[in-house]
């Protein structure tokens, strides 16, 4: 059975969404927290709160960090160290141009003697278990060959690899040629990241590569389905209807949560609706597109509650 750890999304997997799924379904190894930064010399306020003991009791959770050189990468790891982590996860994958444009996530990749500056941070903690998430490159496919000496060379129990490049985000094929190439060259651990929707994509990597592999990252899969870790774990699909139930009562939850800690109702409702955003699937388009177009409370609530099970020839893709 390959360890599942659930990937960070911003916006969606905070420390509210990781307790209550890890209560309504499970499954999990470790939960991934969105990256902790820097902003104007400091830790982020909100990163701050999402990485908390207090709201991570317990959840097997990974604080992962995002920094473009060693003195960033130092303030945050003392920052984490100060809150008792001594496992951090560092983002070398992070697509998306504000940050790669100031050389952090993918941005690394291009700038080996920064990944250095990381790498002396790392040898700097001994007392701490770091792991990687990184991608083929920025926007070349070969470029983790010339980081891949540096990466061979740091204190890692993991790499993840996401088979792609920044530039094409999310879209596109992953590049499994390019993942086997590394996967051969890297001396860590490699878990496999990228377009897991089911448990059967998951039985088609352990089919092709076995033990070569330590685990599996999912993200947007388990957003979609969120049942997918504790379905591989037990060997046992869920009906559609029990399914929906489980969803449903993590939704209450998750809405008592926001209710509590976010002002006024058209706030809570702008927060609460993206629980939706990957949920099409499961649900069905024509009860998604009415959840998450629902322009008040009132009706939002009401669109949840006739949520069910779609029909079969929709589930077949008829």
């Known amino acids: 059975m390959y360890k599942i750890h659930f990937a960070p999304l911003q916006g969606y997997t905070e420390d509210a969404y990781r307790r209550l799924h890890k209560r309504f379904f499970g499954g999990i190894d470790t939960y991934t927290t969105p990256f902790v930064r820097l902003e ?15 709201f991570n009791e317990g959840v097997n959770v990974v604080p992962q960090i995002i920094a473009n050189d060693g003195e960033e990468m130092r303030v945050l790891v003392e920052y984490l160290k100060t809150l008792g982590y001594r496992r951090i996860d560092v983002n070398a994958g992070c697509p998306f141009p504000l940050q790669t444009r100031h050389g952090r996530g993918a941005g690394l990749l291009t700038v080996p003697d920064k ?65 086997d190439e590394f996967l051969a060259l890297c001396k860590h651990p490699v878990v496999y990241n990228g377009d897991i929707c089911s448990v059967d994509d998951i039985r088609s990597l352990e089919e092709k590569y076995g033990e070569r592999l330590a685990g599996v990252m999912i993200g ?40 509590k800690v976010i002002p006024g109702e058209a706030q809570q409702l702008m927060k609460i609706r993206s629980f939706w955003d990957y949920l099409e699937p499961t649900i069905g388009r024509k009860q998604w597109k009415k959840i998450v177009k629902a322009g008040n409370m009132k009706n939002y609530l009401c669109r949840v509650e006739e949520a069910s099970p779609p029909p079969l020839s929709i589930m077949r893709g008829e």
């Open 40 to 54: 104007h010399g400091t830790v982020r306020s909100k990163d701050m709160r999402d990485v908390r003991p207090e």
């Open 115 to 179: 990944l250095n500056e990381i790498a002396a941070v790392m040898n700097d903690n001994p007392d701490v278990v770091f792991s990687l998430k990184m991608r083929l490159g920025f926007d070349d496919a070969s470029q983790w060959q010339q980081c891949i000496g540096i990466i061979n060379g740091m204190p890692l129990c993991h790499v993840t690899m996401h088979p792609r490049i920044a530039t094409q985000q999310y879209k596109g094929e992953v590049n499994m040629n390019a993942f």
């Open 220 to 259: 947007r899969g388990l957003l979609a389905r969120p049942s997918m870790a504790e379905e591989y774990a037990s060997g046992t699909p869920l009906s559609q209807g029990t399914l929906i139930m489980k969803i449903k009562q993590m939704h209450e939850a998750l809405l008592e949560h926001y209710t």
